[in-house]
């Protein structure tokens, strides 16, 4: 579909962004690169970006038709249209979604040589879109989305649609593949890139790009253009941004290109040359600190390691300007120094350290390819003592032979590809332009300019020194600059005029004179403008001194007037940006990044959840309202009826939905839209959800959710945890899990009970409660079901995530291992032998337990005499597709699975034992252990709980939650939290560090939390430390190796790796210490770091373990997705590229036909089984591409009839099916009989038969059915048969039903079938049955096929229309409930035990308590709740991750006690689980029943520490529970009364 047109463009790109009545915002690009127009649909719950490429539905011919197709004919009216000229972002920030649109463009370089325009932002928008969900949101995160949206773009951002312009010119990669280090909105662009339209939003650059068109004496005309690209590796403003940063970048770093070519007409050849340099601020660790008082701010450099990283920084700049050949001599990097020099000046320290930097880095011999070096220059002293011209000259005389020794690239761009051999030199092309580029010269090195703040003196001396150059290109492309008067009265010399770089030897009054000075006035007015833009975006004003530029022109004397005061002014607006802006638009640049978001945004999910239950979602069952609706409830699913009242006929019991997802996914989110009248007790008080694949197997995941009374339109969110299993159950009595004594855990979850998942459930039954007090109907509003699917479209294309996902997988199944955390010690021979204590994330993967990714199961442990060869994975026990069975029950694919193994449990009692032998009280720093070691051996806390129990041990003694001080907990809490956060700020800063660079060997360093196993200790003699001596006995003790020991940084004695403390210790002592944060480098040992960093580094790690777990199991699930889909062997992709599979489906439908059943969309109603080594059956319907072409899926062979009932992913005009013959063809015995059926729901009686159909009849006419398909069928029609319906057939639903005649007595032998039937999925057992006696099972003939494919066309839902109820519901519904709530006066209320029970003493004169009023909480979920555990940026947009926030999420309880009785005792009347509403919405939950008592208890229950507060708001609130969860004044008990029996009162009562 991707038609690029290189040349002759003949639109431009239009991009209208159309919001519908309903709040729906549609984005319709119609690209400059392509013929047609695509509609990108914003999911107006989940912000993300829809779409599907499916023409006629969301790619379109023209941008009107796009516009009639969303508004149905202009049936349906837009609020608003917004036409733009490109996208340049789309991010979705919690609940709010962010699309940034350029609505002026400027063709600032209308045509590149070669073709290609750049294009500068003149004017952009950011469009606001408020996304209905109740994700809370704190203050500050608020608040930092509107600074995002306040970013300056205009005038100083450009991009290019058609060319990679990252690179110098001309570059040698695609537009697709740009330099990270200049590309600004990579985070920005991603939702684009993931939906496969990475086209569709731009490559944003951030800096300066024009040019200017000269004439000449010699009457050839030239082209200059400059461009200034701004490094996005150290960005921010100058007082925060100076010198190295620990990316290896500096702050104001511009890379800046001067192009220059001669304009020609279409079809001929240009030639061009290009020139480059460098600027920014001296790569060393330095700064400025602004003093109120003092001018000039003063200069420090920093005292510890200022040097760290230059290196690499030098490194970067010699990889880009590298064009040696045969990688022979040296690249030259020559800085050029401005600074002030003399004595006393603040800026000499700087220029002493310059030096002494380059001095570091020669002597450690780290640059072995780059000739460094460095010319002191002060400009402004020169200036003062010797005036501009002279300063200039001397310039030239410094630059000359650095700027010629460098030299500049140049070559011609040649239109056709035709004489490619002819051209002597580099030749360059891409699929971007149509012809090549030809580059006879290169630039090898660069030249680097630099004063304080890479601005003012920085653009003015690269302008001379360019100028000098651009005279240089001008001569090289035939453009004489040469003055006439100077060429005629000198002798006409030719030589003369020839001579290469002959202006660098004149006097500045001899290149005026000698010179044409409309060019150069002309690249000196694009210098101008560019220091302006690099000045304002670095310091928020112009530059200054920049009157120096104009010295050639002839204003030149007005202009150095003008600047004095001009100098001025800015010199204060600089202050006065610094000083009050400059932080704020530092984290506006970071935000823009996508840096740093766990800071300015914690709460704010990097991969949104996905609303499955919208678009082709449908109600399995109708369910009837009381109006005459046609849809059967299908509205419930749509938000253009967000605002619907669904009403059920009569006052009901239950009422039940039965949801077809419309894709499979996990289940993470039902939300709900709060829909009533008058009286808001008709909408339902609690909700089941039972999840499952089909029909057949549905789990009971979550029971008697409540549902408050909410004000009409509530969103109200309710997480759904995974199915957990009857054996957690019961291992943990859970009934008495919230009983009031329990301990909340602060520190991390000690309970945890993981559910499973399934990434492809696609069934979701709700079932709603109405309160028991109404006898009314039932009001509905909208349903949404919210989960995470998986990236199929890109898996099975390979593309995005789904490519990092399939790469996973590959070299997981090709290597037998995979990234879980070590699980050595499941092997009790491991366990204390080796040295492996380094964490899972540093794990050589060599060194890890073979893991089976089918089951998860670790091979090793699984049985002793399985050989860890390939074969183990084809043994057919581990088949994960032939009993559905079985499967269902073991979604979970973690130890919990099997039993446990005795060993593990019997390990971790042993442990305890250790811990215990000396004292038999456990103290927090053993507990932590212990739980790090459960953790490691892969024990649930089922598992744990019931081995403690089974030596009479409770569990509660080994919690840490329990163990440790109350007082500390809130300490440690917080320490762990600000490490996690200086361990994501230290990976970030890695990653970017690692843009343009190899990436460094770090083997041998210290690892982030260097936690100890049980047992282990200290080396002895080779250690000076002794910090964890061998005091322990244990059988075999595990010794650290002599060799790695380390210096301390703090004492400076050595120390072994078991008694230093974690990497992480140094970040979080540093960050305390307040020190320079260059230092993140060389260990301590755990003698000189503190108590409390070595318990946040253990709580951390005991996070990180679980969270790792977690992850894994998601990933295993995942994998086992792929192999119930397209088969075991998934990671074997065969060269049956898409291409093919897209060929041979073209083949296969006839016009206007679509396949209609392919999954993700198509999937079955019913389970299905498989002979064992059969591909799965959800292999019929996947995408032609997926999968061994030899594959195909076989019924058991016990089965003569098989009957599919195939799930449309759409309501369909049917026409017909087309089944693919399996590989090993058709036989008389195995031939089926047809028949279909279709239907629209499930009730098989409604069901109407379509046709049937003998195969058998069929492979006597058609022979090249029968038998093994044959190999060379490359670009030929798949073998099928194709099941036409006489009409077309409207459904949703297509049974087929296969049928063979079984032979009763079975004489077949074995034939070439046979080899088939096991060549791939099982040889194993292929030999074993070879070798069996025959007539057994496997050569009875059963019913088999490659494919199905369903074809005809899908129909458009119908769009809701507004519709009115019939005026008699209306008035049912306007009518007000009998009865309203009043407030209970309450006397008083205080909160008691950890802030977490609220205590309200009620008089005794109150009426009955009938329930209580809620608010909801101001509570965030932080995203970041750990340090990441691998190099693997967990919140990174691309990464593919599972946020374990919606796998397993933080659910709050509330349990309401009560005084009552006699004697007084505390009684529990109701415990709610509390559903997520937007902070501060009332909600209202009844009692069982009124109550009264004197005293009331409202306890919070659950994962309490899940939740903090916005930074904003909460800061340092002394205790360990979020301030947005606390209870005060949130809770108001109220009772039910009728209006007029308080007269009065009632109004200033109610509540
Ligand atoms: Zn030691
Ligand atoms: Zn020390």
């Known amino acids: 579909m991707d038609s690029p047109v290189t040349a002759g463009r003949l639109r431009n790109t239009s991009v209208v962004v159309a919001t519908l009545d309903s709040s729906e915002v549609y984005i319709i690009v119609s690209l400059s690169s392509r013929t047609d127009t695509q509609a990108v649909y914003i999911d107006p719950t989940s912000g993300a970006l829809v779409h599907d490429k499916k023409l006629g539905y969301d790619v379109f011919h023209t941008q009107d038709e796009a516009l009639n197709y969303i508004t149905d004919d202009s049936k349906l009216v837009c609020k608003t249209i917004l036409y733009a000229k490109a996208i340049l972002g789309y991010v979705v920030l919690g609940s709010t979604a962010l699309l940034l649109v350029a609505t002026k463009l400027d063709a600032s370089i209308p045509y590149l040589p070669g073709g290609g325009c750049v294009y500068t932002v003149s004017e952009s928008k950011w469009i606001k879109i408020l996304l209905q969900n109740p994700q809370q949101q704190g203050k500050g995160e608020v608040k930092s989305i509107q600074e995002l949206t306040e970013l300056e773009i205009d005038g100083k951002h450009y991009f290019c649609e058609t060319r990679d312009i990252t690179r110098p010119f001309p570059s040698r990669f695609s537009l697709q593949n740009p330099d990270d280090e200049f590309v600004w909105n990579g985070w920005l662009s991603f939702a684009f890139r993931r939906i496969g339209l990475e086209q569709h939003c731009v490559i944003l ?43 290896y970048s500096t702050g104001n770093e511009i890379e800046c290109e001067q192009l220059v070519w001669v304009p020609k007409r279409s079809g001929e050849n240009v030639p061009f040359n290009v020139y480059i340099w460098r600027r920014g601020t001296i790569p060393m660790w330095w700064g400025a600190e602004l003093k109120m008082t003092a001018a000039e701010a003063a200069i420090y450099v920093s005292d510890r390691d200022p040097y760290k990283g230059s290196a690499r920084y030098y490194q970067r700049l010699t990889k880009r300007y590298d064009t040696r050949k045969n990688k022979t001599g040296l690249v030259p990097i020559v800085c050029v120094n401005l600074l002030r020099i003399g004595e006393g000046k603040s800026e000499n320290i700087l220029v002493q350290h310059f030096e002494e930097s380059l001095n570091h880095i020669r002597s450690t011999g780290q640059l072995p390819d780059t000739r460094i070096h460095l010319i002191h220059y002060d400009w402004h002293t020169s200036v003062r003592l010797k005036g501009e011209q002279q300063t200039i000259e001397g310039l030239w005389y410094h630059l000359k032979a650095p700027t010629i020794s460098i030299g500049i690239s140049e070559g011609d761009y040649q239109h056709s590809r035709m004489h490619m051999d002819d051209c002597e030199g580099e030749k360059i092309y891409n699929d971007d332009i149509s012809g090549f580029f030809c580059l006879r010269a290169l630039q090898n090195g660069v030249i680097r300019y630099n004063c304080a703040d890479s601005l003012d003196r920085t653009n003015a001396a690269s302008y001379f020194g360019a100028l000098q150059v651009f005279t240089e290109q001008c001569r090289r492309l035939g453009i004489l600059l040469d003055n006439d008067a100077v060429y005629d009265h000198n002798t006409r010399k030719q030589s003369f005029s020839d001579k290469s770089w002959k202006r660098f030897d004149m006097t500045f009054e001899e290149f005026k004179r000698s010179t044409v000075l409309s060019p150069v006035c002309h690249l000196a007015e694009l210098f101008l403008i560019s220091g302006d833009i690099h000045a304002t975006l670095y310091t928020g004003s112009k530059a200054m001194h920049s009157h120096i530029l104009s010295i050639f022109s002839d204003e030149a004397a007005k202009a150095k007037q003008f600047s004095v005061a001009q100098n001025m002014k800015i010199n204060l607006q600089r202050r006065y940006n610094n000083a009050v802006t400059d932080s704020s638009r530092h984290k506006q640049l970071e935000m823009f990044l996508g840096l740093r978001l766990f800071k300015h945004l914690p709460s704010v999910s990097i991969q949104p959840l996905h609303v499955l239950s919208r678009r082709f979602s449908f109600l399995l069952k109708p369910i009837a309202s009381i109006d005459q609706h046609p849809d059967d409830g299908d509205s419930l699913l749509s938000f253009k009826q967000k605002n619907l009242i669904w009403i059920s006929q009569q006052a009901a019991d239950i009422i039940q939905l039965f949801i077809y997802l419309g894709e499979p996914c996990h289940v993470c989110q039902l939300l709900l839209t709060t829909s009533h009248g008058a009286d808001d007790s008709t909408y339902p008080s609690t909700v089941d959800v039972r999840t499952g694949r089909d029909l057949d197997v549905l789990k009971l995941v979550l029971e008697g959710a409540s549902i408050p009374r909410c004000p009409n339109g509530t969103n109200i969110m309710i997480p759904i945890p995974g199915a957990i299993s009857d054996e957690d159950m019961n291992l943990k009595t859970r009934a008495s899990l919230h009983a009031p004594q329990t301990n909340p855990s602060f520190l991390y979850d000690f309970e945890g009970v993981e559910g499973e998942m399934d990434f492809l459930t696609r069934v979701v039954v709700l079932t709603f409660y109405p309160a028991e007090s109404t006898s009314s109907p039932v009001t509905l509003g909208e349903v949404e079901i919210l989960g995470i699917s998986l990236p199929w479209r890109d898996i099975f294309a390979s593309e995005g995530p789904g490519l990092k996902l399939w790469e996973r997988v590959t070299t997981s199944n090709n290597n037998n291992t995979n990234s879980f955390p070590s699980k050595t010690g499941s092997n009790p021979d491991v366990f204390g032998l080796t040295n492996d204590v380094l964490p899972p994330a540093k794990c050589d993967t060599s060194r890890n337990p073979q893991v089976d990714l089918l089951s998860g199961e670790d091979i090793n442990s699984r049985s002793d005499s399985q050989p860890m060869t390939e074969i183990s994975l084809l043994d057919p026990s581990l088949d994960t597709c032939h009993d559905r069975k079985e499967d269902n029950g073991s979604q979970r694919v973690s130890v919990h699975d099997k039993t446990p193994t005795k060993t593990s449990a019997q390990h971790y009692i042993s442990c305890f034992e250790i811990l215990t032998a000396l ?40 919690n840490p939650n329990i163990i440790i001080e109350e007082s500390d907990i809130n300490s440690l ?28 060997d770090d083997k041998n360093d210290m690892d982030f939390w260097n936690i100890n196993r049980i047992g282990e200790g200290c080396c002895g003699e080779s250690c000076q430390i002794h910090a964890e001596p061998l005091t322990l006995t244990l059988t075999s003790t595990s010794i650290s190796s002599p060799e790695s020991t380390f210096i301390c940084s703090g004492c400076k004695r050595r120390v072994c790796r078991v008694c230093c403390a974690g990497k992480g210790a140094m970040l979080l002592r540093n960050n305390t210490g307040g020190s320079s944060n260059n230092d993140a480098d060389g260990v301590i040992c755990k003698l000189c770091c503190q108590d409390s960093i070595l ?60 396949s209609l059943a392919e999954f993700p969309f198509g999937s079955y109603l019913h389970s299905i089984e498989s002979a064992s080594g059969s591909a799965p059956p959800l292999s019929l319907l996947a995408s032609l591409d997926s999968g061994l072409q030899q594959s195909y899926w076989r019924a058991p062979a016990s089965t003569s009839c098989v009957e599919l009932v195939i799930v449309l992913g759409n309501l369909s005009d049917v026409s017909g099916v087309v089944l693919l013959v399996s590989p090993c063809g058709y036989s008389i015995s195995d031939a089926p009989n047809v028949q279909i059926w279709t239907s629209n729901n499930i009730h098989k009686e409604e069901r109407s038969c379509v046709g049937k159909w003998d195969v058998r009849s069929l492979i006597t006419s058609s022979p090249e059915l029968c038998g093994p398909e044959k190999s060379d069928k490359e670009g030929q029609t798949p073998r099928h048969i194709r099941f036409d319906f006489r009409n077309t057939v409207r459904c949703r639903l297509i049974w087929v039903k296969l049928s063979i005649q079984k032979v009763v007595t079975s004489s077949v032998s074995f ?31 059963c019913v088999h096929a490659k494919r199905i494919l369903v074809v005809g066309c899908p ?22 409930p009998l009865l309203n709530r009043y407030k209970v006066p309450v006397d008083s209320e205080k909160l008691i035990d950890n802030d977490l029970v609220l205590e309200q003493s009620i008089s005794p004169s109150s009426p ?60 529990v009347v109701a415990e709610y689980r509390i559903p997520e509403v937007k902070g501060g919405t009332a909600t209202y939950f009844d009692f069982p029943k009124a109550i009264s008592s004197k005293k009331m208890y409202f306890r919070l229950v659950g994962d309490v520490n899940g939740f903090a507060d916005d930074p904003e708001d909460g800061g340092d609130t002394g205790r360990p529970l979020a301030a947005g969860l606390c209870l005060l004044n949130r809770i108001k008990l109220y009772y039910y009364a009728h209006p007029s029996d308080l007269g009065r009162w009632a109004s200033l009562s109610g509540i």
């Open 205 to 247: 650059l951030q800096g300066f790009a024009n040019y200017r068109t000269f004439g000449s004496l010699g009457q050839q005309e030239g082209n200059v253009a400059l461009i200034a690209r701004r490094s996005r590796l150290h960005p921010g403003t100058r007082y925060l941004a100076r010198g190295l940063n620990s990316c």
């Open 919 to 958: 004292d038999n009280r456990l103290g927090f720093a053993e507990a932590m252990k212990l739980e790090i070691e459960r953790l490691r051996l892969n024990l649930s806390t089922a598992e744990r709980d019931k081995a403690l129990s089974s030596i009479g041990i409770n569990p509660a003694r080994v």
């Open 973 to 1000: 809490c917080k320490a762990a939290n600000t490490l996690a956060m200086l361990g994501q700020t230290s990976l970030e800063d890695k990653i970017t560090g690692c843009i343009g660079l190899d990436p460094l």
């Open 1095 to 1154: 318990d946040a580094l253990t709580l951390d790690y005991v996070r990180v373990l679980i969270s790792q777990l977690r992850n894994s199991q998601a990933e295993a699930v995942a994998f086992k997705a792929f192999a119930q889909v397209v088969g075991k062997n998934y990671g074997k992709k065969e060269s049956f590229n898409k291409y093919e599979a897209n060929k041979a489906l073209d083949l296969l439908l006839r016009d206007d036909e679509e």
């Open 1311 to 1341: 034939g070439k079938d046979f080899n088939l039937l096991s060549f791939d999925e099982d040889p194993l057992s292929g030999l074993g049955r070879r070798a069996s006696i025959g007539g057994t099972s496997e050569t009875d003939p």
């Open 1355 to 1376: 129909v458009r839902a119908d769009i809701g229309r507004s519709f009115q109820h019939a005026s008699s519901v209306k008035n049912w519904l306007e009518k007000a």
């Open 1408 to 1467: 009955l308590s009938a329930g209580f009023r809620l608010d909801g909480f101001s509570a965030i979920k932080p995203q970041l709740t750990h340090s990441p555990y691998s190099d693997v940026n967990p919140l990174d947009a691309s990464s593919y991750v599972f946020e374990h926030r919606f796998i397993s999420p933080a659910v709050l309880h509330i349990q309401v006690s009560a005084l009552q009785g006699l004697p007084e005792e505390m009684v």
